[in-house]
């Protein structure tokens, strides 16, 4: 489903072609998922993962673990199909709105729980603008994918986590 995104966008996605691929009826595909939308959501969510920040003990861990699921899904079909995602979501509020909902607001709460955590452990001083932490630590990823077409390697992922945790620093 991602390809399809990947090389014709959003309005070459259709039920009745994934269903083809799938060898499954289109019903029972409209069962799962009522439209169009709610399905490039699901896929997107299945490539990033809903939860990117697990609970390791460790701000460093719990943020490298976030940015490695950036990494890894950018380096791949989602990656190359971003920019017509994105340009799609200009144009389509409804899409917008539901990858908003589905995919990067399940994915923002998951980072801002970790940072949560950090600052109840002291790694994180108190009072710092956690939206802002989560646009430092994620935007560096989707900047090389929308508008350089390149990806971000493990060591420059890992000095995106050490750029923000120095910002955070109590």
Do not use: C
């Not at 003990?57 to 989602?78: H, I, K, N, P």
């Not at 710092?128 to 508008?147: I, M, N, Q």
């Amino acid at each position: 489903m991602l390809a399809a995104l990947q090389s014709g966008g959003y309005r070459a996605v259709t039920i009745e072609k994934i269903a083809l691929q799938v060898k499954r009826a289109r019903t029972s595909l409209y069962r799962r998922w009522p439209n169009k939308r709610r399905l490039v959501a699901y896929a997107v969510v299945n490539e990033l993962g809903l939860e990117p920040a697990p609970d390791t003990g460790s701000l460093r861990e719990d943020l490298t673990a976030a940015t490695d699921t950036l990494r890894r899904a950018f380096t791949g079909v989602l990656g190359r199909a971003l920019a017509g995602l994105v340009s799609d979501m200009a144009h389509d509020a409804k899409l917008a709105e539901s990858i908003r909902a589905e995919v990067l607001t399940a994915r923002r709460l998951s980072m801002r729980a970790a940072l949560q955590r950090g600052e109840s452990r002291g790694e994180l001083a108190a009072g710092r603008d956690l939206e802002l932490l989560l646009d430092l630590l994620t935007a560096p990823f989707y900047f090389r994918a929308l508008l350089w077409n390149a990806t971000i390697g493990p060591t420059r992922s890992e000095k995106i986590v050490e750029y923000v945790l120095r910002a955070a620093r109590p």
